[in-house]
């Protein structure tokens, strides 16, 4: 059946301390199957110049790819939430980001996701201001890989964490709905859950976020190369595509994924 997940209900749960589930999708296929399966927000992410496009980064993705896979997911969805990530240098500045924003809008994205903390507050604000809905990603943000060196665990440091909750309660303030976090302790998404009124969904960051995304591609174990540690393999498990679906959608709502060793403290 239809639920049509929106940003309100994903407050809603929340502040019911039910927990949001979340997976990359890039295709019609796979969104039905997990729309279906009541994922309940599903994110076109720049992972797929690497999982689709088989770069070491995300940093070749264009806008016209996201649009594409956007586009795409949005014709299979059956009512999740659908997040469309801008993609390197698309958001450099508040012009650029509401320009590139409208297109990912158009081609069925119900909000955008944007890395980065307060150099953002500005775009942010001028999202909102033209109905366009915004998630936020901190902690490790993969288009910044050059800049951190290598993709490391962030927030390990006291002054490092303290900054990661200050950025937070100002992206929003300035409108963000959601905020991702990426490898980060489990301890410092404790506190950011805590302290943020929207909710976070971690990837790498513990069991005290309100909600966990997984790229699909680690979900299903057909990454090749390198399987972070924050990844589960729920097809081993399972030995079906649905039934995997399923059983990660069942562990994320009842706190038993993620587990401490797929965590960082
Ligand atoms: O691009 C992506 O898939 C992401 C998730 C890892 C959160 O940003």
């Given at each position: 059946?239809?639920?049509?997940?929106?940003?309100?209900?994903?407050?809603?749960?929340?502040?019911?301390?039910?927990?949001?589930?979340?997976?990359?999708?890039?295709?019609?296929?796979?969104?039905?199957?997990?729309?279906?399966?009541?994922?309940?927000?599903?994110l076109i992410g720049d992972s797929l110049g690497m999982?689709?496009q088989?770069n070491?980064s995300t940093l070749p993705v264009t806008i016209d790819d996201i649009c594409y896979h956007t586009?795409?997911?949005?014709?299979?969805?059956?009512?999740?939430?659908?997040?469309a990530d801008m993609p390197f240098m698309t958001y450099s500045?508040?012009?650029s980001t509401?320009?590139n924003a409208?297109k990912l809008?158009?081609a069925?994205a119900?909000?955008v996701k944007l890395e980065g903390?307060?150099?953002?507050?500005?775009?942010?604000?001028?999202?909102?201001?033209?109905?366009?809905?915004?998630?936020?990603h901190?902690?490790?943000t993969p288009q910044?890989?050059?800049?951190?060196?290598?993709?490391?665990?962030?927030?390990?440091?006291?002054?490092?964490?303290?900054?990661?909750?200050?950025?937070?309660?100002?992206?929003?303030?300035?409108?963000?709905?959601?905020?991702?976090?990426?490898?980060?302790?489990?301890?410092?998404?404790?506190?950011?859950?805590?302290?943020?009124?929207?909710?976070?969904?971690?990837?790498?960051?513990?069991?005290?976020?309100?909600?966990?995304?997984?790229?699909?591609?680690?979900?299903?174990?057909?990454?090749?190369?390198?399987?972070?540690?924050?990844?589960?393999?729920?097809?081993?498990?399972?030995?079906?595509?649905?039934?995997?679906?399923?059983?990660?959608?069942?562990?994320?709502?009842?706190?038993?994924?993620?587990?401490?060793?797929?965590?960082?403290?």
């Amino acid at each position: 059946m239809k639920k049509n997940m929106t940003s309100a209900k994903l407050i809603q749960k929340k502040i019911a301390g039910e927990k949001i589930s979340a997976l990359t999708a890039y295709d019609a296929s796979f969104a039905g199957v997990f729309s279906d399966q009541n994922v309940d927000v599903l994110l076109i992410g720049d992972s797929l110049g690497m999982v689709l496009q088989g770069n070491d980064s995300t940093l070749p993705v264009t806008i016209d790819d996201i649009c594409y896979h956007t586009r795409c997911v949005k014709a299979g969805n059956n009512g999740s939430l659908i997040i469309a990530d801008m993609p390197f240098m698309t958001y450099s500045t508040p012009e650029s980001t509401w320009i590139n924003a409208g297109k990912l809008m158009q081609a069925g994205a119900n909000m955008v996701k944007l890395e980065g903390g307060k150099w953002l507050l500005e775009s942010i604000k001028g999202l909102t201001q033209r109905g366009i809905p915004v998630c936020a990603h901190l902690g490790l943000t993969p288009q910044s890989v050059n800049v951190f060196g290598g993709y490391k665990v962030q927030g390990r440091e006291q002054e490092q964490a303290d900054l990661m909750i200050e950025e937070a309660l100002a992206l929003e303030a300035a409108g963000a709905q959601l905020l991702v976090v990426e490898c980060i302790p489990a301890s410092l998404a404790k506190r950011l859950s805590e302290a943020l009124t929207i909710p976070t969904i971690g990837i790498g960051a513990g069991v005290h976020c309100d909600g966990q995304i997984l790229v699909m591609h680690d979900l299903l174990g057909i990454s090749t190369g390198y399987i972070p540690k924050f990844s589960k393999n729920y097809m081993t498990l399972t030995g079906d595509i649905h039934k995997a679906i399923a059983a990660y959608v069942e562990e994320v709502s009842s706190g038993t994924f993620p587990g401490p060793e797929h965590s960082f403290e």
